[in-house]
């Protein structure tokens, strides 16, 4: 295996707070890793910043062989086609139906017929656990639950190597949240994916990851397997993982 991601020596300021100082992490090719911490310690911050939504203030990341500090932006529109991103409440476009949702990547970053658009729209509404009925619907006429899958579908509609969910079963029942920790598992086999994840869900941590980092006190103070981190002397991992 070898990293998707590596970060080194992250700075990440806003104003005069520090949000992230020498943070080092690296993510390997074919594995589920989490970005966990208490709340505030920057982890959708720094999931933001290994999409290209924001810029940290010093250190390197190289995503995918890409290094994010000498990236053109053609480059940039090369590499934002490599990958899929599941935000936390689905982050669909109001005025789009779901279909039109989903079928954006494709219209915006290729030349494909619209038949063929058809064709894998639908495939990926299925293989997520999206019914067709909801095709025409719009996203404030339907479920938090399908929201999610509808933005997962939207992820996946390229055929990404890495994918991002940032808190992927927040707002689902512990039934639904199951499920879709299963289908997480499911889309990792089926397209060879690589999944980093943002979550508090203890369940799906247990169920999902190969390894994780832990952030806390603006870096990564744990990093591998679950057993590994917690073993790691942290009050945080220890309330987290102990205090059950």
């Given at each position: 295996?070898?990293?998707?991601?590596?970060?080194k020596?992250?700075?990440?300021?806003?104003?005069?707070?520090?949000?992230h100082?020498?943070?080092?992490?690296?993510?390997?090719?074919?594995?589920?890793?989490?970005?966990?911490?208490p709340?505030?310690?920057?982890?959708?911050?720094?999931?933001?910043?290994?999409?290209?939504?924001?810029?940290?203030?010093?250190?390197?990341m190289?995503?995918?062989?890409?290094?994010?500090?000498?990236?053109?932006?053609?480059?940039?529109?090369?590499?934002?086609?490599?990958?899929?991103?599941?935000?936390?409440?689905?982050?669909?476009?109001s005025?789009?139906?779901?279909?039109?949702?989903?079928?954006?990547?494709l219209?915006?970053?290729?030349?494909?017929?619209?038949?063929?658009?058809?064709?894998?729209?639908?495939?990926?509404?299925?293989?997520?656990?999206?019914?067709?009925?909801?095709?025409?619907?719009?996203?404030?006429q339907i479920?938090?639950?399908?929201?999610?899958?509808?933005?997962?579908?939207?992820?996946?509609?390229?055929?990404?190597?890495?994918?991002?969910?940032?808190?992927?079963?927040?707002?689902?029942?512990p039934?639904?949240a199951?499920?879709?920790?299963?289908?997480?598992?499911?889309?990792?086999?089926?397209?060879?994916?690589?999944i980093?994840?943002?979550?508090?869900?203890?369940?799906?941590?247990?169920?999902?990851?190969?390894?994780?980092?832990?952030?806390?006190?603006?870096?990564v103070?744990?990093?591998?397997?679950?057993d590994?981190?917690?073993?790691?002397?942290?009050?945080?991992?220890?309330?987290?993982?102990?205090?059950?």
């Open positions: 295996m070898y990293p998707v991601i590596e970060a020596n992250i700075l990440t300021r806003f104003g005069d707070t520090v949000v100082r020498h943070l080092n992490l690296h993510v390997n090719r074919g594995e589920i890793y989490g970005l966990l911490g709340s505030g310690c920057g982890k959708t911050t720094l999931m933001k910043e290994m999409v290209l939504l924001q810029r940290y203030q010093g250190g390197s190289n995503v995918l062989g890409y290094d994010l500090n000498k990236i053109t932006h053609k480059k940039a529109q090369e590499l934002r086609q490599k990958w899929g991103v599941l935000f936390q409440f689905g982050a669909l476009y005025s789009l139906n779901i279909y039109d949702n989903i079928a954006l990547s219209r915006e970053y290729t030349t494909i017929s619209e038949a063929l658009i058809a064709e894998i729209v639908s495939y990926k509404m299925d293989i997520v656990g999206l019914e067709q009925c909801v095709k025409e619907q719009y996203p404030s479920s938090g639950g399908m929201k999610k899958k509808a933005g997962l579908a939207r992820a996946l509609v390229m055929d990404p190597e890495l994918l991002f969910l940032d808190e992927p079963t927040s707002g689902l029942d039934i639904s199951r499920e879709f920790d299963a289908l997480i598992l499911r889309l990792r086999e089926h397209f060879d994916l690589s980093v994840m943002v979550t508090h869900d203890l369940d799906s941590i247990e169920a999902t990851l190969d390894r994780a980092a832990i952030l806390d006190n603006k870096r103070v744990a990093e591998g397997s679950l590994a981190i917690k073993a790691t002397d942290n009050l945080f991992i220890t309330t987290f993982f102990k205090g059950r």
